[in-house]
C-alpha cells in the first residue's frame, strides 16, 4: 500500500522550513473528501494559514473568532485521523552554503530540495518502522522558485534512486496548488504554525497540530546540525543514526504494523459513524 507526501514551504530570510505531510493513499482520499465538505460548511474554497489570525480581509474575514477556532479544532481532528506523521526539516541557507562542497550540491541541489529529498528518506524511515513498503506519490505545492528543481531531482530519482541509496520506489511526482490538495494545506499548516513558533508568533494553528493525545506524529528536524554528517559521513551511517528518529513517541502510540492496521480499523469505524450521521446532506467530496 502507498503513501501520499505533501510539501509545503514556510519561514522567511536566511531560513527555510520544508513540511511534509504522510498519509496511506487511501486515508488521503478520505482526508481529501472530509476535509473539502467541513471548508465548504463556512464557504471556503481552500485553508491559508497565512490569513487564519486576519480578520479585517483575506478568506476567513467572514468567520467569527469562535468560527475559526471551531473550524481549526474540526480540522485538526482531521489530521489526526487520517494523516500519520508530519515532519518539519529546518534549513539556513548559509550554513547550507559553509557545510557543503560543490560536488554535494550538484548532487542534492538546492537548499530546498535538499530538504525535500531529506524528508524522503524520513518518510522512508517511518514505513520501515511499521513494516510497510516503502512506496511513495509525491506532491509539492507549486510557489517556491525552487519546486521546478525539486521536481526534476525526484523524477531522475524514479530512474536511478535517490541521493541516499534507499530501497524505495517513487511512484509519482508533481506540483500542486494549496487550492486543489487538503494535504498541500495541511503541509501549509504544519510549516507556518513551526515558523510561528520559532518567531515568538501566533500559536494556535501550531497548538492544535500538537497535541499530546493525537495518533498523529509531529516531529522537528533541524539540518543545520546534521549536514556535517551528511556530507562526511556515509549514507548508511548517518540513516542508522537517523532510525532513532521519533523512537520514544512512536513506540508509545503504534509498535508495529498492527497499530497502523488498528488506526485504519478505528477510521474506517470513524467514517463509517459519520456517513450514516450525514445521510441526506449534500456535498460528496472528492475521491482521489
Known amino acids: 500500500m502507498a503513501f501520499d507526501l505533501g510539501y509545503d514551504e514556510s519561514g522567511a530570510g536566511d531560513t527555510l522550513l520544508i513540511s511534509m505531510q504522510v498519509s496511506l493513499v487511501e486515508q488521503a482520499k478520505k482526508f481529501k473528501r472530509q476535509w473539502k465538505n467541513r471548508l465548504s460548511d463556512e464557504e471556503l474554497e481552500f485553508f491559508h494559514s497565512k490569513d487564519f489570525g486576519n480578520f479585517s480581509s483575506g478568506i476567513f474575514r467572514q468567520l467569527s473568532k469562535r468560527e475559526r477556532a471551531d473550524l481549526l479544532n474540526d480540522l485538526g ?23 557543503t562542497t560543490p560536488l554535494f550540491r550538484s548532487k542534492w541541489g538546492s537548499p530546498y ?42 523524477n531522475d530519482a524514479k530512474k536511478a534512486g535517490l541521493a541516499f541509496e534507499i530501497p524505495s520506489r517513487i511512484l509519482s511526482v508533481a506540483l500542486g496548488s494549496k487550492a486543489d490538495h487538503p494535504i ?20 494556535e ?69 459519520a456517513t450514516q450521521q450525514n445521510q441526506g446532506q449534500t456535498g460528496s467530496g472528492e475521491g482521489s
Request: aromatic share 10%.
Open 77 to 99: 481532528k482531521l489530521v489526526s485521523r487520517h494523516l500519520y506523521v508530519g515532519i518539519t526539516a529546518k534549513v539556513t541557507k548559509s550554513i547550507f552554503e559553509q557545510k
Open 113 to 154: 530540495t535538499f530538504a525535500i529529498q531529506t524528508l524522503v528518506v524520513s518518510a522512508y524511515l517511518f514505513a520501515s518502522k511499521i513494516g510497510m513498503r516503502p512506496e511513495f506519490n509525491i506532491l509539492i505545492e507549486d510557489g517556491h522558485a525552487n519546486a521546478g528543481q525539486a521536481v526534476i531531482s525526484l
Open 184 to 203: 498541500l494545506q495541511a503541509s501549509d499548516m504544519l510549516a507556518y504554525s513551526e515558523w510561528q513558533r520559532m518567531t515568538g508568533g501566533n500559536t
Open 205 to 273: 494553528i501550531y497548538n492544535v497540530m500538537h497535541q499530546d493525545d493525537m495518533l498523529y506524529l509531529p516531529e522537528f528536524v533541524d539540518l543545520d546540525k546534521e549536514l556535517i554528517d551528511i556530507n562526511y559521513q556515509s549514507a548508511e551511517r548517518w540513516m542508522e543514526a537517523r532510525k532513532e528518529w521519533g523512537r520514544k513517541k512512536y513506540e508509545a502510540r503504534t509498535q508495529t504494523a498492527d497499530g497502523v492496521r488498528q488506526i485504519q480499523s478505528n477510521n474506517e469505524a470513524i467514517d463509517e459513524g
